[in-house]
């Protein structure tokens, strides 16, 4: 038998521990609640017990004019679960995290004077967020039940995957499908 995590049983309290400090910081100062986060996020409190599977190496981290309601379009139509969000003294969002799976997009307000801005406010999209989903008929179906914008319709490749592509509220281009990428070079890949 596996000896347990000494961890496992503390992850719950630590979590509801954690919830419990950010309310307090929050009607305190916004900083100290940022302070907080990053202490908790650095023990990996806040995602639960990930012992079977790797934290995420590479993510995402996207602007929006208004992530509010960003947040809520992405939950609704893509299926995502807040995990954080951090407002500043005025209440604007200036950090959020939002998890599929155990996958995490960070997100919050436009920073013009940082070079991060809403598609909206470009002249051409310069990226595209693809995701995994195990079942990407119905995935396809409720993202555009709830306003999407269809880019490539849903298909079968030439690879093997099944998957479609679409334009979220302030025009960030989402892939879904059934494809996963592999840190493994295929046999057929030739070196240069």
């Given amino acids: 038998m596996a000896a347990s995590s000494p961890n496992r049983h503390r992850q719950p309290a630590a979590k509801n521990l954690f919830k419990t400090v950010c309310l307090c910081a929050r009607i305190i100062d916004s900083s100290l609640l940022r302070a907080v986060h990053r202490v908790v996020h650095l023990y990996g409190l806040i995602y639960g017990n990930r012992s079977h599977a790797a934290p995420p190496k590479l993510y995402a981290c996207l602007s929006y004019r208004n992530p509010a309601?960003?947040?809520?379009?992405?939950?609704?139509?893509?299926?995502?679960?807040?995990?954080?969000?951090v407002h500043d003294d005025d209440g604007a969002i200036t950090h959020a995290e939002i998890?599929?799976?155990?996958?995490?997009?960070?997100?919050?307000?436009?920073?013009?004077e940082l070079g991060w801005i809403s598609p909206l406010d470009l002249p051409a999209v310069n990226s595209t967020i693809c995701a995994f989903v195990p079942d990407v008929d119905a995935h396809c179906a409720r993202t555009l039940s709830e306003g999407a914008t269809l880019l490539r319709p849903l298909a079968d490749t030439s690879y093997g995957a099944r998957e479609y592509s679409v334009k979220d509220l302030e025009g960030h281009h989402w892939h879904f499908g059934t494809y996963r990428p592999t840190a493994t070079p295929s046999p057929n890949t030739v070196a240069s």
Avoid: N
């Fill in 69 to 85: 309601t960003a947040i809520e379009f992405l939950m609704r139509a893509f299926g995502f679960v807040t995990v954080l969000i």
């Fill in 99 to 112: 998890a599929l799976g155990q996958e995490i997009v960070m997100l919050g307000s436009s920073k013009p």
